[in-house]
T-cell receptor, first 110, second 116 residues
């Protein structure tokens, strides 16, 4: 059972920032927040993960609220190739399985 | 440094036949996970294995499905007596002993099983 809630779909204009929200109000102190995406029918691709601090890498930024009940994935300059389904997942430390929810279908439009 | 390799990419089986899907994890990864994705649906966890051990098979159908990860060789997901409802994309992922490294899980490109 997924422990996260995401909007089913979002649109974003090309070149603008895409902000994808995720609610995980029942998250525990030892659970990480992971983000993956799946482009068309390819295998899911890891984007970023974090525990409580904000994180940034070459793909995206992850902003986690202070109470850790929600987070936002930010793609700073969305391109058409970022059109995909984005999955937000919470997973306990030392628990090696990842459960996917329905995700958010992001469509980047020209 | 090859990623997670799955083969075949596409597999067609007639109803009642057996399907064998293979997954070779990334070098140095000792944990393998199988997921199934039905058309227009999300990924569903099936089974989590370490070498020679099934750790969690709570997502596996009770009949016809089995998985193994032998000491040598790839992980195998086996579906006996396939039915049309087994048609789906099957994805394998792998992780190191400590999956909280920088890349989390790494997924393969999947095997598309079509039952005719």
């Amino acid at each position: 059972d997924a422990k996260t809630t995401q909007p089913p779909s979002m649109d974003c204009a090309e070149g603008r920032a895409a902000n994808l929200p995720c609610n995980h109000s029942t998250i525990s102190g030892n659970e990480y927040v992971y983000w993956y995406r799946q482009i068309h029918s390819q295998g899911p691709q890891y984007i970023i993960h974090g525990l409580k601090n904000n994180e940034t890498n070459e793909m995206a930024s992850l902003i986690i609220t202070e109470d850790r009940k929600s987070s936002t994935l930010i793609l700073p300059h969305a391109t058409l190739r970022d059109t995909a389904v984005y999955y937000c997942i919470v997973r306990p430390y030392n628990n090696n399985d990842m459960r996917f929810g329905a995700g958010t279908r992001l469509t980047v439009k020209p | 440094n090859a990623g997670v390799m799955q083969n075949p990419r596409h597999l067609v089986r007639r109803r009642g036949q057996e399907a064998r899907l293979r997954c070779s994890p990334m070098k140095g990864h000792s944990h393998v996970y199988w997921y199934r994705q039905l058309p227009e649906e999300g990924l569903k966890f099936m089974v989590y294995l370490q070498k020679e051990n099934i750790i969690d098979e709570s997502g596996m159908p009770k009949e016809r499905f089995s998985a193994e990860f032998p000491k040598e060789g790839p992980s195998i997901l086996r579906i006996q007596q396939v039915v049309r409802g087994d048609s789906a994309a099957y994805f394998c992922a792998s992780s190191p002993e400590d999956p909280d490294g920088p890349y989390g899980y790494t997924f393969g490109s999947g095997t598309r099983l079509t039952v005719v």
